[in-house]
């Protein structure tokens, strides 16, 4: 029986069913009496467990003892009216012991940091936090393919190993077979016969589907191996990045915003209680942002705006503001929190600290980069509107010392009928931290992979 089902099925009809049911799950905590006991039980469908009283002398009643914290059971039973707190409970005429859980059991009924929780990742999805993040993490999953589905576009399933670097920044994972310790002879004896990574985006090869199929997205696992332990990156995520032909950059800021939107609203619409329980014991002032990004239009700043916008504020930044340089997540926040008071989009930024795939603007410094920065997170979103002009995209791999060459299938694009387009990426995990308030990457990650740890 899958609890919440029945809750949710019965709390509408008002009467409970007359025939048994069968409820299988894990004890949360039992409480004895002379002749009966009260087990709390949780099947991991939603924060909600249900009470189940077993009277000494039904079949299995003998095993109660073994019945602790973090055992698993299987109760046969009458759903029947509480006189307690809950609306339901279960009278069992049947109860068995599944596995046992002894006292060693990490978990026991008490509070636990999130930092120690996630030396035990294999047993944290038990706990009300965890659990109420990994169910709305697949609901949010679901969100993302229904909006790009119910716009017609299609999702595209792009390579994990690749010998391309989408950034240009080289923070990527070797994929090899050959031994790291012998003597290196050349790429001529390894798998692919030339270095190979693990993605850190599926855009390039994204964008060679947007030019068959207009409109694509992809939503994978990506990979960086950048040796930064803060809340905010991981080794390991996953990224959703659409494509789409015949698109400049206001028509991508547009999706972008749209989006956005979407997820907040599908949050906000939640009825399984795990919003609220967020809203409760994680972020307070999460349903009220929300709600903001949900209604209010993002407002549009060109980034030199937003640089003469910070340096007049008269505001105090450890990293203080100026023309050329990326923005802290300090500046994002300034933006979005205390001048704007909703999301931004800046676009236009310096085509210096942008990779070489943005369309360069007729200004000759900036290119045609955007950013969606919400309240409480900062950059949530990054694109771009993509160079299609052959010649300024071969002269952008030249000045950064790329090889052409590994790129040619890239520069065909532009070769073979170009076309304007542009896309955009998103941190599948910020979205997670946008939407419950949960402050570190690693928490919204099942098993999350930093520099030094590869655990589970």
């Known amino acids: 029986m899958n609890i919440q089902r029945t809750l949710v099925k019965h709390a509408l009809a008002s009467e409970a069913p007359a025939e048994q049911i069968l409820v299988e799950g894990w004890v949360r905590t039992r409480r004895d009496s002379k002749t009966f006991s009260f087990l709390e039980v949780n099947d991991g469908t939603s924060l909600a467990s249900i009470q189940v009283v077993a009277d000494a002398g039904i079949p299995g009643y003998e095993e109660i003892g073994r019945m602790t914290t973090g055992s698993s059971v299987s109760i046969l039973g009458r759903l029947i009216e509480s006189p307690g707190k809950q609306k339901w409970e279960i009278q069992a005429t049947e109860i068995k012991l599944v596995g046992s859980a002894p006292e060693t059991y990490p978990l026991q009924k008490k509070g636990h940091s999130p930092e120690f929780l996630r030396t035990i990742a294999h047993l944290r999805p038990r706990t009300n936090l965890f659990g109420a993040i990994f ?21 595209v399933h792009t390579p994990i190993i690749t010998a391309s670097d989408c ?19 050349g790429y001529d004896n390894d ?4 270095p190979a990574n693990l993605t850190v985006s599926g855009q390039l090869e994204g964008e060679t ?36 032909a015949f698109c400049d950059i206001y028509g991508d800021m547009d999706i972008a915003e749209s989006f956005i939107k ?25 349903r009220a942002r929300l709600e903001e990004v949900a209604e209010k239009p993002f407002v549009r700043c060109s980034y030199t705006e937003a640089i003469e916008i910070m340096q007049a504020s008269g505001e105090k930044f450890e990293y203080p503001p100026y023309w050329g340089m990326d923005m802290q997540s300090e500046h994002e926040r300034f933006l979005t929190e205390k001048h704007f008071k909703c999301p931004v989009i800046v676009y236009n930024y310096p085509k ?36 299609e002009r052959l010649d300024i995209l071969e002269g952008n791999i030249d000045r950064m010392g790329m090889d052409k060459e590994a790129y040619y299938w890239y520069n065909d694009l532009r070769r073979y009928g170009t076309v304007p387009h542009a896309g955009f990426g998103v941190g599948f995990e910020r ?20 520099p030094r740890n590869c655990e589970f």
Request: aromatic share 14%; charged share 25%; net charge negative.
């Open 352 to 387: 210096e600290i942008k990779p070489f795939y943005m369309r360069l603007n007729e200004d000759g410094k900036t290119v045609t980069a955007m950013d969606v920065l919400v309240p409480g997170i900062g950059e949530i979103i990054g694109g771009s509107q993509r160079e």
């Open 431 to 450: 979205l997670i931290m946008f939407v419950t308030g949960v402050q570190n990457i690693r928490d919204v990650l099942p098993f999350p992979r930093t």
């Open 135 to 155: 169910r709305t993490r697949s609901r949010m999953a679901a969100a993302v393919h229904q909006f790009f589905l119910e716009r017609d576009f299609v999702w």
């Open 262 to 286: 979407h997820i907040a609203r599908t949050m906000l619409n939640d009825a399984s209680g795990d919003f609220e329980f967020f809203c409760k014991f994680v972020d307070k002032g999460l």
């Open 209 to 244: 589907f947007a030019c068959a199929l207009s409109n694509i997205y992809t939503f994978g696992p990506t990979f960086r191996a950048e040796n930064s332990n803060t809340s905010r990156h991981a080794a390991e995520f996953w990224m959703i990045e659409p494509e789409i």
């Open 191 to 194: 798998f692919f016969g030339k």
């Open 167 to 185: 950034e240009g920044a080289g923070e990527m994972f070797r994929v090899t077979t050959m031994d790291p310790l012998a003597e290196n002879k």
